[in-house]
């Protein structure tokens, strides 16, 4: 699975070392990785690469087996993130929803292999320090892409060829939070070879939910019992053997809307008309927009997550408070950090500001 240029321990690296009672204490660094769409590229600031660990530029694709970067038109403006950051990791993630080609390139060795070298190609073009593959799904056409049973050992092996080509550069994976990931995928295995598994704790109610509620919350509503939230995805992965260590959480910096919803307990749980489709981005959550809407913020406390509520129309979304609050819950659990899709959704810069707040 390793061969001789990858590291040992591909793990956060220590920050610091404090002494106490005169025992040795490692501070663990946490990482704050940032999903920017190409057309998100220029809305970074300077003081944003100050917030950041990593940003993961969304997306490359897979065409013709190999993968294909055409689509990221402002990959050049990572030379002026670098100078704003020298520590900044620059990642290529590949993939996305409804992105397809890795059933069918992944069901050979010889795809996987021609697969990965033209990673590794991109990496060495573009100075990149990694891969991030974001298959959605294996074993899974819920995305209208082609899926097959055998995805499921393949996908572990297209990361073996991965990192046998990447060596000791990053290499991690954009997991669906539920149980549908695990089923699809070898998760133990999964774990040993990437450096980090990103959790996609958002879209947890999404296109396929009739019922309003929280899309990104961190715990359960009271009467919840779906399963639908941050802590209890955690713990899912956990049991499915990825260490705690590797696991980063995801923010959404975009909310979901349902229409028609029953008016009963200020819409939360009740069913509605309309699926949980794409609301407005965070940053377009003005006290203008709330008053227009005749919306109400509102605050589950159960949940610790925050809704817009109108009489009939549901918007789940993530404000500071709750962004904070997941923070908290990193530092508590001893995960590795939180990411978060994606950048151009909130250019007030508030929820990253609430992130470095707590994270640093």
């Known amino acids: ?52 660990t990593h940003i993961n530029l969304a997306f490359g694709l897979v065409k013709d087996g190999l993968l294909d970067t055409s689509g990221l038109t402002n990959i050049q403006l990572t030379k002026t993130f670098r100078q704003w950051n020298p520590e900044i990791k620059i990642v290529l993630s590949v993939g996305g929803w409804g992105a397809g080609g890795f059933s069918e390139m992944a069901m050979t060795p010889a795809g996987r292999e021609a697969f990965s070298v033209s990673c590794w190609e991109a990496v060495e073009r573009y100075q990149l320090d990694g891969i991030d593959i974001d298959w959605e ?6 995305a209208e892409i082609a899926s097959a049973p055998q995805d499921r050992e393949n996908f572990t092996w297209l990361l073996q060829a991965l990192r046998r080509q990447m060596g000791d550069k990053i290499l991690s994976i954009a997991a669906g939070a539920g149980e549908y990931f695990i ?4 998760m133990g295995k999964v774990a040993e070879i990437v450096d980090y598994v990103q959790l996609m704790t958002y879209d947890l109610r999404n296109g396929f939910t009739r019922q309003a509620g929280h899309h990104a919350a961190l715990h359960a509503s009271r009467g919840d019992t779906s399963g639908a939230n941050t802590a209890d995805m955690v ?25 028609g919803v ?4 200020n819409g939360l749980l009740q069913p509605a008309q309309s699926v949980g489709e794409g609301g407005p981005c965070y940053s377009d959550i003005t006290e203008e927009f709330v008053e227009q809407g005749g919306y109400t913020r509102h605050w589950d406390e159960d949940a610790q997550a925050a809704y817009l509520w109108n009489g009939s129309t549901f918007i789940s979304y993530e404000s500071p408070w709750a962004i904070a609050l997941k923070c908290r819950y990193i530092q508590k659990e001893g995960l590795l950090g939180l990411m978060y899709w994606e950048h151009g959704c909130d250019k007030s810069h508030q929820l990253l500001q609430a992130i470095r707040e707590e994270l640093g």
Do not use: H
Request: proline letters at 5%.
């Open 1 to 52: 699975m390793e061969n001789a240029k990858c590291r040992p321990d591909r793990q956060a690296r220590p920050k610091a070392l404090k002494v106490s009672n005169s025992k040795v204490v490692v501070i663990m660094k946490k990482y704050v990785l940032a999903y920017a769409a190409d057309s998100s590229m220029p809305v970074f600031t300077q003081e944003d690469l100050q917030s950041l």
């Open 137 to 142: 799904y294996p074993c899974s056409s819920q």
């Open 262 to 265: 029953q008016d009963e307990k």
């Open 183 to 186: 089923e699809g995928t070898e």
């Open 235 to 259: 713990e899912l992965f956990r049991q499915a053997g990825v260490p705690s260590e590797k696991l980063v959480i995801g923010a959404a910096f975009y909310s979901r809307r349902w229409t």
